[in-house]
């Protein structure tokens, strides 16, 4: 609702605001779904710090600068407790498919871009191998990316679409630089995933470099923090703000390494 009341660290008090609890067992635990008086339906999610509370903001206006679909979140306190909070963008009929949901299921980029072009899913696959390298999100796949189905138009089913980007900073699977884990997107094999190697295949892509060229240059950790604190009122502390931007001067490094690599002129700017 367009009248919450937010503390004096920006965060809504969703103590003022009347609502429902789901009475669905699975969410009686501390994570939970909540119903508005206005309809909305609000995830609440419980067991994070506060740092990566406010990353995910940080980077959820990272992401919207640079036009990626994304769940939206915000914080706010019950109780004297902070949650993170996002609507729910799921119809009532609707659910998400995950494309690679088992465990050992961690794509390989150039097969999975082609098996994506049925649902028009590619170019956002790329984009979203792209992007987790620049913030070093190694918990993407299999369990935090799919497609959207169940939405229908005269009762005949429509095809599924690209689902938001959401969960996109967790403590133990951020700002990690190789994958240790084997949790990124490879190239030839799982061992095959280096940073570099990666961005300079992805750079070979049409929409890529496209997207490096244009809308990457118009985003920054700067700017990001910038918009989080005018619009919600949330400042990132000093300590969060360099340690994101650290990471993010060595991801500029690597993706300008690999642009000159290339033969392009331009540069890109991520702080």
Known sequence: PKDTTRDNEGRIILDEIPFIVSNKEEFLSD??????????????????????????????????DLNISHANYDLATFKDK??????????????????FEKLDKIPKIDEAYQMLKKFNNDTFFLKT??????????????????????DSVNNKAKQPKNCPLFDN???????????????????TNKKDSSC????????DYDEIMNFASNTLKKANLYKAAKELLKEKG??????????????????????NDELKNKGKSFKIRLT
């Open 31 to 64: 994570n939970k779904w909540i119903i508005l008086n206005n309809g909305t339906k609000l995830y609440l999610k419980d067991k994070r710090t506060k740092e990566e509370n406010i990353l995910e903001l940080l980077i959820m206006y990272f992401l919207k």
């Open 82 to 99: 902070e949650y993170l909070v996002t609507p729910s963008f799921l119809k009532n009929n609707e659910r998400i498919i995950f494309l």
């Open 129 to 150: 191998c792209f992007i987790d390298r620049i913030i070093g999100n190694a918990d993407r796949f299999p369990f935090n990316y799919g497609l959207i189905t169940g």
């Open 169 to 187: 900073v967790d403590k133990n699977n951020i700002f990690i630089r190789d994958d240790e884990y084997y949790r990124f997107p490879y190239l």
């Open 196 to 203: 570099n190697k990666v961005i300079s295949h992805l750079l």
């Open 234 to 255: 949330m400042y990132t502390d000093k300590n969060t703000y360099q340690k994101a931007q650290k990471f993010f001067i060595d991801s500029e490094t690597i993706i």
